[in-house]
């Protein structure tokens, strides 16, 4: 009996020991307990660093996004985890005690705007995607800042402009300046023939230097010295800029050397618009003039003071010197009988029913007609399936600068020549077929 009770002594002792044993290992194993010391980022790795190693340990880094949860073994007192692409993520540690997701060190740790623009010209209402990457760990989420969300604002990568003024967005590192502005429209599915004719001094020269800008920076988005270039600087003055610009027949013809006589006057063959006195100081030659754009001046052909505006060649002209080419301040396809116009740009061909059915035409290609009286010109803007959409400067109803639809299979109905412009373009830009 004594020998029993030995026993089982010695038992529970044993029990004990191990009990204990366990415990102790469990608390110092658990690994809720175990301290992090720091979270690194760098070349799409995450390291983790904690304060002790116990046996076998493992770190795992999961995608908000992810479901499952793939663990790598600790390298002594660290572990790396690469991920494979930007996200959000949760990092977690485990061992033999159990799965614990790591906290307080909640951050961004990497982010790039992949948008190349840092000034946003924008209309009220008006908004843009932008493309961006980042990589953050835990509750916190990349996100934009505004200095005045009343002005502008970014929500889910879309920057949303609200009301006119100047304000910074900032993405990390980096600074995006946002400008909003009743000056211009919100880009139109349709062109908009309401619109108001423009009129003598609407605009201060302030406000013409920023429209101007916002025409350049259009051009520049689009690929300037690209046939994207040429398309933007036509659809900003027909589809953004808020007036109609009037149709001004010429004062004056450019003859050899192709001295510009009657610059300013139906035509503008500078960069920029024509919406402040002191452009007058880029005129060289004037019959009538100077006087920008909506301004009254005596039109010879007209007999009587009308409007400046362009005709036809000169806002075909102006659109492609203000895309990146100098052509020359031409006349109009066929027009004036000049030894050099607007039918010798690019490879001009004979329109007819197949080509306008065919896929050949396109945007920033230059149309004519050159049995009218003086010939016209007109400017291909927009090509969808059904559709032809022609900027073009008009002296008959819908009279000035405006952009009509003209249906594929009646194209050449009304227009009897097509440039085809890639070989003089060379390089496409940012082009699209449609500007929405």
């Keep these: 009996m004594k020998k029993v009770c030995i026993f089982f002594a010695i038992f529970f002792i044993i029990v004990s020991f191990i009990s204990f044993g366990l415990f102790i290992y469990y608390r110092n194993f658990d690994i809720n307990k175990l301290v992090v010391k720091s979270v690194n980022y760098s070349n799409n790795t995450f390291t983790i660093e904690v304060s002790d190693y116990y046996g076998d340990m493992y770190c795992g880094v999961k995608s908000k996004t992810a479901d499952d949860l793939v663990m790598n073994s600790f390298n002594g007192n660290t572990c790396e985890y690469k991920i494979t692409k930007p996200g959000n993520y949760d990092l977690y540690i ?11 060190f909640d951050k961004v740790y990497s982010s790039v705007l992949k948008t190349k623009k ?11 995607k932008l493309s961006y990457s980042y990589v953050s760990v ?3 989420s990349m996100y934009f800042k505004s200095n005045n969300k009343k002005i502008a604002y970014v929500n889910n990568g879309v920057l949303y402009a609200k009301s006119s003024g100047t304000t910074k967005i900032t993405f990390g590192k980096e600074i995006i300046d946002v400008v909003v502005t009743d000056l211009i429209d919100k ?24 429209l101007d800008e916002i025409l350049f920076d259009r051009v520049k988005t689009a690929g300037e010295g690209t046939r994207a270039g040429v398309v933007a600087a ?14 001004f027949s010429e ?6 050397p192709y001295a510009k006589i009657a610059d300013g006057e139906g035509r503008y063959y500078h960069k920029g618009l024509y919406l402040s006195a002191d452009k007058y100081e880029d005129i060289s030659h004037s019959i009538k003039g100077p006087a920008m754009w909506g301004c009254p001046m005596y039109s010879k ?16 002209t102006w659109a492609v010197y203000n895309g990146g080419f100098d052509i020359g301040d031409l006349p109009a396809h066929g027009g004036n009988s000049a030894a050099y116009n607007l039918n010798d740009i690019g490879k001009e061909v004979r329109l007819t029913y197949d080509i306008a059915m065919s896929d050949k035409i396109k945007a920033g290609d230059l149309l004519g007609e050159v049995t009218v009286s003086e010939g016209h010109s007109a400017l291909v803007v927009g090509v969808d399936d059904n559709y032809y959409y022609v900027a073009e400067s008009l002296w ?13 299979s009646e194209l050449a109905n009304n227009f009897e020549t097509v440039n085809l412009m890639d070989s003089y373009y060379k390089k496409q830009g940012n082009y699209t077929a449609m500007w929405y």
Excluded: Q
């Design 94 to 104: 485990e061992n033999e005690t159990g799965t614990r997701k790591i906290s307080g």
């Design 138 to 140: 835990g509750d916190s």
């Design 301 to 316: 052909p007209s007999k009587k003071k009308r409007s400046n505006g362009l005709d036809c060649s000169g806002f075909t």
């Design 187 to 210: 880009m139109p599915k349709e062109y908009n023939y309401n619109r108001s004719y423009i009129s003598c001094g609407v605009f201060s020269t302030k406000e013409a230097v920023l």
């Design 234 to 247: 036509a659809r900003f003055l027909t589809l953004e800029f808020p007036y109609r610009i009037n149709y």
């Design 251 to 256: 004062n004056g013809r450019l003859g050899p």
């Design 118 to 128: 840092r000034k946003f010209y924008l209309a009220k209402g008006d908004s843009v």
């Design 396 to 408: 008959i109803p819908p009279y000035g600068v405006n952009i009509n639809k003209y249906k594929r």
